[in-house]
């Protein structure tokens, strides 16, 4: 499928897959890591600094005569943490380099008289001033807090911990020095020099490598936190929520991703024209957006513009997740980003839908089995609902999510029954007990977000534990066969991730690299769902249509792939601050994951 989207000047555009990273803060980068990896070999192995590569090594930033080995190593960990800020023209790691590398020419005069030395910190020094403007990528104004919070809680620690370590060899202590001098010793050591407390044999090494080490961590710790890529607490605001929700009146029908759009914890930037509009979230540097741009697609690419100038403004890492085979083409045309096929959205014609036939065998025996069970169903509006009813079909979804966290992000709505979201559709089973539990006799939930006027898709399904087996099923059947009534010709069901591979593979003939990616593809799902909603979705006999992933470089995939899991509550890397550092932060919100691995299984 291919679409005819004209670009912004009109004309067809050529596309360049890849664009060339920046050549100054590349090499930059890359002389920051090897002065700092020749500094921490200098600092780390004693042979090393008494081989060849010794001669070399002395003339390097850190290496400051007595204090060569500790000092060397920090200033050495310092630069590769600057290398990594400067490849991604942070403004405050040029800052910090610039700072940093006359401070280590002063030190390789003053302390070693060493010329050479001091030529080559200037030698990286220059070009970073004469090429300043390179470097304007913007921070994280909240790290500041956390790195500040991390050094003192660090800083803390490691002199509670390096009093421990000096003490703890009382035998082999010269003297009987005081406990000021032991404070002394530790905080020396935590710098790399040394202090007055003195030991018999290889013992001081140990306490001074020791000591050096938790200054490392202290360091590594508070720059990573100084420099690491801005994470914004994302929401829409009312005003955005309004203007993408008239772009939805209008251009809805086009993405079957768009009303996730609505996520209130994602951000939006708008087409110049306001006709267009593209939702994203930064996660661990990388600024995810899911689905097409929302709205005209003539005005998409002054949408996918504002997207990359906000990108470059903080050297976030650009991707697109599960976006059609149409907007892949835009993407990469208006971008020169690369695309790849994720993998399929099983869509059901309601019109082609029945339950007929062989093919529908299994689930028409279940469905059955399950109705004569006693198990009714219901299938509305969430505008037709009682305000009673919808909260308690809320506090049942939470109490029926199948993992600790929320899951979601390209394809989850997070919330059901507000008041914006009326022509939302909910399908619910029902079965009278004997003794009804706390949502009396609610079974299980199935809720759609409306694609256009006249389709829904998928959001999220939960069910009672107690629950007969496929319920599920019984919904997605009650849903489809509703449909007609309710105004719905199509009907969008999850998302099966690397559909054609795993359909591929089992076929006879299949090759054997094609079957052994099979083969790693099933083994992941045992994490990942990723053959059992390929399977669960093949029931319903649905047309498949392509979801790409876009990305910058073949390099930033596993990046993506993280932060993509990140987003939909798989992997959660963020440690939170204390309490008392958490007064203002926003509170979380729900992101309901579409299916949950129980449930699949179940089914």
Known sequence: MSSEVPSRSGRARRIVRGPRPEAVPA??????????????????????????????????????????????????????????????????AWRAAVALLPAGAVSQFVYRHS????????????????????????????????????????????LALGLVIVSAHPKRTIGDPS?????????????????????E??????????LGALGLITAITTIYLAFRPEHPAAHLTEEDEAQLRALLEKHGARDSLGHFALRRDKAVVFSPSGKAAVTYRVVSGVMLASGDPIGDVEA???????????????SWTPAVMGCSETGGEVWTRETGL?????????????????????????????????????????????????EAELERIRRAAEDWRGTDTE??????????GDAADGDCLIATAHKADDQPGPYGDLKAILHFVPWGTDGVSLDLMRRDRSADPGMNELLIVAALQASPKLGITKVSLNFAMFRSALARGE?????PVLRAWRGLLVFLSRWFQIESLYKFNAKFQPRWEPRFVVYRASGDLPRIGLAAMQAEGFVNLALPLPRFLRRNAPAPRPCPHQVAEHEVRAA
């Open 27 to 92: 090499l930059v980068s890359r002389a920051c890591a090897v002065v700092g990896v020749l500094d921490i070999a200098a600092g780390v192995f004693p042979r090393f600094r008494h081989s060849r590569m010794h001669a070399l090594a002395e003339v390097l930033p850190g290496s400051l005569g007595p204090f060569a080995a500790a000092l060397s190593l920090s200033v050495g960990v310092l630069l590769l943490l600057l290398a990594h800020g400067l490849k991604r023209r942070k403004r405050r």
């Open 115 to 158: 010329v050479v030395g001091a030529l080559i910190s200037l030698a990286l020094f220059v070009p970073l001033v004469l090429h300043r403007n390179e470097f304007k990528a913007l921070p994280d104004p909240r790290s500041r807090w956390r790195a500040l919070a991390n050094f003192v809680l660090m800083s803390a620690g490691s």
């Open 179 to 199: 406990l000021a001098d032991r404070l002394t010793h530790v905080l020396y050591g935590l710098f790399g020099f040394e202090g007055p407390v003195d030991y």
């Open 201 to 210: 044999g290889s013992t001081s090494w140990t306490v001074a490598f020791s």
């Open 300 to 314: 998409w690419p002054g949408a996918i513009e504002r997207f990359m100038d906000e990108a470059k403004a903080h």
């Open 338 to 386: 690369d695309a790849l096929e994720l993998g399929d959205e099983a869509v059901v014609d309601v019109a082609d839908f029945s339950l007929a036939g062989r093919a529908m065998r299994n689930v028409r025996q279940m469905v059955k089995r399950i109705e004569r069970a006693g198990y009714e169903t219901r299938v509305r509006r969430i505008r037709d609902l009682g």
């Open 407 to 416: 899951r979601g992000f390209s394809m989850a709505l997070g919330r059901i």
């Open 507 to 511: 076929k006879i003939g299949a090759g």
